[in-house]
């Protein structure tokens, strides 16, 4: 459609000058309001004032100014319908052919700890959200720019064709349609937060993309990367890459995994992850410490994982990681010196992210099917719990320690799952198997002679004895587990049998 009148009013005001002088020089009447005409005017682009093409002052602080039929009449009629260019006529209406406008700042205005809630709401943009609709709903005629990104697409067609094609707006349409349902969905999700709705009759979330990936889970699935906005947690979506190859689909599941895993402890740790699962963690006065016993837990499958740390990796660290094959290291830090070690592999992946920021609770939404569920962040702890010791002996104080690593792991292994400890290292794991004493006996036969002494972590409760007959054969001293079975009795009656103190907490951790 060829362009002859353009409404521009922007919060974003990069590349507008030149875009603007560029519509001018096509022969391009421009209309605009407030601080955007201010910014034209100053740089000597002929500009009208909106209140000019209205007849009415912009009132009420600016609330009032582009809600006005001069304006959505000249962006919604039908060109080629008679009744629609009568009423126009009538009406004193011109055609406005093109609208460039983003949105008032309210993403970055919540985002501001100080920000009260009169400051959000008054940063709800009204009037420019009904002119992106309106003309995106009349793409037909009207050519609708909502990012500054598309500037160079418009003015490229207008310079080669005179006008801009009609796939070009159709496109542009459904860009500003996303914008605009986004920019509703954080209003509407700050506001059901002010009142305390926890999970409302409709769920609208938006996410931003940060990165095309090559592919899904498999090469022929494609994939993309988005982040939430103002998730107020600790997220991958905002590690800085440091070097390495671009990031897939499966690292990033698998670097999740190990993120919520490290940050379930404050003294130096360090989570090595395979396919979403831990297969070592290990924790020490060190991360040299932690390191070497998360390799120690089992340094067949660490060969290829992912390796999440809590403290500053350091030379001495980074030299033993760089014995291996590792896809990725995630860490608040790198030495200088662990940077120059760690980079001359071509292909490890550094991440570097802030361990501090983002101590919120996310909601953990999972998609089904034609669905999706939606449930709170499993972030409940030991000490939180209500923990009882059924059994005849007390734990001692190694084997409290061993119990808290155990827990804490457990809680991240896919069900139904079973973690021996020791020594602050994991030393067995069995995942996602069909039946509880199946996941058992993986663990123990992982740990070998290191279960004896261990701690067993059960993310559910027993259903039977035969768990604990087959950690009592291992050596097992220590067992922490929910309890709540009809059966539990036949387990405590075990533990005391062989010698083997029990906690419960009253709490189980599926992860399915």
Same mark, same amino acid.
């Given at each position: 459609?060829?362009?002859?009148?353009?409404?521009?009013?922007?919060?974003?005001?990069?590349?507008?000058?030149?875009?603007?002088?560029?519509?001018?020089?096509?022969?391009?009447?421009?209309? @605009?309001?407030? &601080?955007?005409?201010?910014?034209?005017?100053?740089?000597?682009?002929?500009? !009208?004032?909106?209140?000019?093409?209205?007849?009415?002052?912009?009132?009420?602080?600016?609330?009032?100014?582009?809600?006005?039929?001069?304006?959505?009449?000249?962006?919604?009629?039908?060109?080629?319908?008679?009744?629609?260019?009568?009423?126009?006529?009538?009406?004193?209406?011109?055609?406005?052919?093109?609208?460039?406008?983003?949105?008032?700042?309210?993403?970055?205005?919540?985002?501001?700890?100080?920000?009260?809630?009169?400051?959000?709401?008054?940063? !709800?943009?009204?009037?420019?959200?009904?002119?992106?609709?309106?003309?995106?709903?009349?793409?037909?005629?009207?050519?609708?720019?909502?990012?500054?990104? #598309?500037?160079?697409?418009?003015?490229?067609?207008?310079?080669?064709?005179?006008?801009?094609?009609?796939?070009?707006?159709?496109?542009?349409?459904?860009?500003?349609?996303?914008?605009?349902?986004?920019?509703?969905?954080?209003?509407? %999700?700050?506001? +059901?937060?002010?009142?305390?709705?926890?999970?409302?009759?409709?769920?609208?979330?938006?996410?931003?993309?940060?990165?095309?990936?090559?592919?899904?889970?498999?090469?022929?699935?494609?994939?993309? /990367?988005?982040?939430?906005?103002?998730?107020?947690?600790?997220?991958?979506?905002?590690?800085?890459?440091?070097?390495?190859?671009?990031?897939?689909?499966?690292?990033?599941?698998?670097?999740?995994?190990?993120? $919520?895993?490290?940050?379930? /402890?404050?003294?130096?740790?360090?989570?090595?992850?395979?396919?979403?699962?831990?297969? &070592?963690?290990?924790?020490?006065?060190?991360?040299?410490?932690?390191?070497?016993?998360?390799? %120690?837990?089992?340094?067949?499958?660490?060969? &290829?994982?992912?390796?999440?740390?809590? +403290?500053?990796?350091?030379?001495?660290?980074?030299?033993?990681?760089?014995?291996?094959?590792?896809?990725?290291?995630?860490?608040? @830090?790198?030495?200088?010196?662990?940077?120059?070690?760690?980079?001359?592999?071509?292909? !490890?992946?550094?991440?570097?992210?802030?361990?501090?920021?983002?101590?919120?609770?996310?909601?953990?939404?999972?998609?089904?099917?034609?669905?999706?569920?939606?449930?709170?962040?499993?972030?409940?702890?030991?000490?939180?719990?209500?923990?009882?010791?059924?059994?005849?002996?007390?734990?001692?104080?190694?084997?409290?320690?061993?119990?808290?690593? $155990?827990?804490?792991?457990?809680?991240?292994?896919?069900?139904?799952?079973?973690?021996?400890?020791?020594?602050?290292?994991?030393?067995?794991?069995?995942?996602?198997?069909?039946?509880?004493?199946? $996941?058992?006996?993986?663990?123990?036969?992982?740990?070998?002679?290191?279960?004896?002494?261990?701690?067993? &972590?059960?993310?559910?409760?027993?259903?039977?004895?035969?768990?604990?007959?087959?950690? $009592?054969?291992?050596?097992?001293?220590?067992?922490?587990?929910?309890?709540?079975?009809?059966?539990? %009795?036949?387990?405590?009656?075990?533990? #005391? %049998?062989?010698?083997?103190?029990?906690?419960?907490?009253?709490?189980?951790?599926?992860?399915?």
């Amino acid at each position: 459609m060829t362009i002859k009148r353009a409404l521009i009013s922007v919060s974003d005001k990069n590349g507008l000058i030149p875009f603007a002088e560029k519509l001018v020089n096509l022969g391009v009447e421009i209309i @605009s309001t407030g &601080g955007t005409k201010k910014a034209l005017q100053d740089a000597g682009i002929s500009v !009208i004032g909106i209140s000019e093409v209205t007849g009415f002052p912009e009132i009420m602080d600016g609330r009032v100014k582009t809600l006005h039929p001069k304006i959505h009449g000249g962006l919604l009629a039908v060109r080629d319908n008679e009744t629609h260019q009568q009423a126009m006529q009538e009406n004193e209406i011109a055609p406005i052919d093109l609208v460039v406008v983003n949105l008032y700042p309210f993403k970055e205005t919540v985002a501001k700890e100080d920000t009260t809630f009169a400051d959000a709401i008054e940063n !709800i943009d009204i009037g420019g959200p009904s002119m992106l609709r309106s003309a995106a709903k009349n793409h037909a005629y009207v050519t609708v720019v909502v990012d500054p990104k #598309d500037y160079e697409t418009v003015e490229t067609e207008l310079e080669k064709a005179g006008s801009v094609s009609e796939e070009t707006r159709r496109r542009l349409a459904a860009k500003t349609f996303r914008h605009t349902a986004a920019y509703d969905a954080l209003i509407a %999700e700050y506001l +059901t937060a002010a009142v305390e709705e926890v999970l409302p009759e409709s769920y609208t979330v938006t996410f931003e993309k940060k990165q095309d990936l090559r592919y899904g889970e498999n090469p022929h699935q494609k994939a993309a /990367f988005y982040s939430k906005p103002l998730s107020g947690t600790l997220s991958l979506t905002d590690a800085e890459q440091l070097h390495g190859k671009e990031l897939s689909y499966n690292n990033i599941n698998d670097a999740d995994a190990a993120l $919520a895993i490290v940050k379930e /402890f404050t003294d130096p740790a360090v989570v090595a992850v395979k396919h979403m699962n831990p297969c &070592g963690v290990g924790t020490g006065k060190s991360i040299t410490e932690a390191y070497t016993r998360a390799f %120690e837990a089992d340094p067949v499958s660490i060969f &290829g994982g992912i390796v999440a740390s809590n +403290t500053e990796v350091d030379a001495e660290t980074a030299e033993k990681m760089a014995e291996i094959f590792l896809e990725i290291i995630i860490a608040p @830090s790198f030495s200088e010196d662990a940077l120059a070690i760690l980079t001359k592999k071509k292909n !490890i992946r550094l991440l570097k992210l802030d361990f501090t920021a983002g101590k919120g609770i996310a909601k953990k939404i999972t998609t089904v099917s034609g669905g999706m569920l939606v449930q709170d962040e499993d972030v409940y702890g030991l000490d939180d719990a209500n923990v009882t010791i059924p059994t005849k002996r007390q734990p001692t104080e190694q084997e409290w320690k061993d119990i808290h690593l $155990a827990w804490k792991v457990v809680k991240h292994v896919k069900s139904n799952a079973i973690v021996l400890a020791k020594d602050e290292m994991t030393v067995g794991v069995g995942a996602g198997q069909m039946n509880r004493v199946g $996941a058992a006996k993986i663990a123990i036969e992982q740990a070998g002679e290191r279960a004896n002494g261990s701690a067993l &972590g059960s993310d559910a409760f027993f259903p039977m004895d035969d768990t604990v007959e087959a950690a $009592a054969r291992a050596g097992v001293t220590a067992i922490i587990q929910p309890g709540g079975s009809i059966r539990d %009795e036949d387990s405590i009656k075990k533990a #005391d %049998e062989h010698g083997i103190t029990m906690v419960f907490t009253g709490v189980r951790h599926f992860k399915h």
